[in-house]
């Protein structure tokens, strides 16, 4: 037997629950029930499906995410196109190709556009649970919208999405928000910053100096406890928030508060992109240990035009699949059966031409019913039937046939097994529908 071939390290496979598998991770059918939800929630907002490349220029990241985050630094899958030399990268987000394409399209040309993205991103970390090198996102973005109205819609419609699901707000997730301030503001801060780790130069570890004058925002975000004395001690950018930064901040947690939704203000909050800018948030957890944080976002105003665009209004934030269908998974939360709602049986090869068109007509019916392929004792069949979870076995037995019927036997609420006509599904098949 020749080798077998193992999926690129930190890529995994999504399969269906009854796989047995050795990794954990969410199974297919937890997660289609989460795609089948967020569509739900994100068109009762009025947000539309877009599709970008997978792959995009190297450059767009470089500019879009700024040289000196992580991201850009150590984390992009970027290769030369052996065919022509371009420089290209595997998105490591959404947020910079949806810019490019509203940019390249001039999309908001007839006004502003609120959108949803959802795939694979891509980033060279090291892999364990709840952080992998491809990962899924939903994405959400707002484009063209100055806020803070459309900042308070995306953090409550993600509430939205968590209360389908079964998520309880404040208990499994909960919301931390803060503000990043306007560049000038932040400029002043950064320079602040910048004074005070420069007067305490000692006390700062390798990554802490590097980042000292390329990105001194970042070393907040440190979790080396020993620098923590040092961080705590250093200036605060809500301390050089100007009037209008602040009552944009106001007007979002006025709305949220109007909502009833408890969040905490925590200044320490940065994100790993440079190009936020006043509202920032993140929808955490405790029960996924460090990789703690479910959903993150907030406003980009300056991307459009560091992309060559005309200056845009933005906000929007990324959702990581994985993480969510593992927190749902941790938290054993009831996820609707994926059940099918009925079971065929085909004891009898020689059935199967009468028995193919019935199927077909229940399906046309909207009835989900699966075919038992392969043939088997009717035994078999019976156990394969229950296994599925089907609310009804199908029984295409060589008497109910000679007949001209087909036997419908309830398998889960118990009730009588009854005869049907085989020429006439329309007229029994909502019966087998769910109520
Ligand atoms: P972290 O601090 O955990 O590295 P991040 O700030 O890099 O997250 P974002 O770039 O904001 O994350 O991406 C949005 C979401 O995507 C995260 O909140 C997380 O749920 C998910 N995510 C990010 N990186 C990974 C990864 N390597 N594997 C799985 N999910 C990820
Ligand atoms: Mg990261």
Redesign the pocket.
């Known amino acids: 037997m020749s080798k077998t071939i193992q999926a690129v390290k930190g890529m995994n496979d999504i399969l269906p629950a009854s796989v047995t598998r050795k990794d954990k991770l969410p199974s297919s059918e937890l997660w289609s029930w989460f795609e089948t939800t967020l569509r739900k929630v994100l068109g009762r907002y009025g947000y539309q499906y877009m599709l970008t490349p997978i792959v995009e220029p190297t450059a767009l990241f470089v500019r879009g995410l700024g040289e000196v985050t992580?991201?850009v630094e150590k984390e992009m899958y970027s290769f030369t196109d052996s065919m022509n030399g371009d420089q290209l990268t595997l998105r490591?987000?959404a947020t910079a190709g949806i810019v490019r394409a509203m940019v390249e399209h001039n999309a908001l040309y007839n006004g502003p556009l609120r959108l949803w993205t959802m795939g694979p991103?891509f980033?060279h970390?090291r892999p364990q649970k709840?952080?992998?090198?491809q990962?899924n996102?939903l994405d959400v973005e707002a484009l063209g919208f100055a806020g803070p109205d459309v900042d308070a819609e995306i953090i409550l419609m993600a509430r939205r999405l968590w209360k389908e699901l079964g998520l309880v707000e404040g208990e499994h997730v909960r919301l931390e928000l803060n503000s990043l301030g306007q560049p000038n503001e932040r400029a002043a801060h950064r320079a602040a910053l910048i004074a005070h780790f420069e007067a305490h130069a000692d006390k700062l570890d390798e990554d802490g100096k590097k980042r000292l004058h390329s990105n001194p925002l970042r070393i907040l975000d440190s979790k080396n406890p020993a620098m923590q004395p040092v961080i705590e001690a250093a200036p605060k950018l809500m301390d050089f928030l100007g009037e209008e930064t602040l009552a944009h901040f106001n007007a979002v947690r006025a709305i949220l508060d109007a909502a009833g939704l408890q969040y905490r203000v925590n200044t320490r909050l940065v994100?790993?992109?440079d190009y936020y800018n006043l509202t920032v948030f993140?929808w955490v957890t405790d029960a996924l240990g460090s990789?703690?944080?479910?959903?993150?976002?907030g406003r980009y105003d300056g991307l459009f035009e560091q992309l060559g665009g005309k200056p845009t209004p933005a906000v929007g934030?990324?959702?990581?699949i994985?993480?969510?269908l593992l927190l749902i998974d941790a938290l054993n939360l009831p996820v609707p059966s994926a059940a099918p709602d009925a079971y065929a049986i085909l004891p009898d090869a020689a059935a199967l031409p009468l028995a193919f068109p019935v199927l077909e007509a229940l399906r046309a019916a909207g009835v989900a019913v699966q075919m038992n392929a392969g043939g088997g004792s009717f035994k078999s069949q019976f156990k394969k039937a229950d296994a599925s979870g089907a609310r009804f076995a199908l029984v295409f037995g060589g008497d109910e046939l000679a007949r001209g019927e087909v036997s419908v036997k309830p398998l889960r609420e118990g009730g009588e097994q009854l005869s049907r006509p085989l020429a006439d599904v329309a007229a029994w098949a909502a019966d087998l529908l769910p109520a």
């Open positions: 992580d991201i490591p987000e991103m980033r970390e709840g952080r992998y090198r990962f996102q994100r790993g992109m993140e990789q703690g944080t479910v959903c993150g976002g934030f990324g959702l990581g994985e993480r969510l």
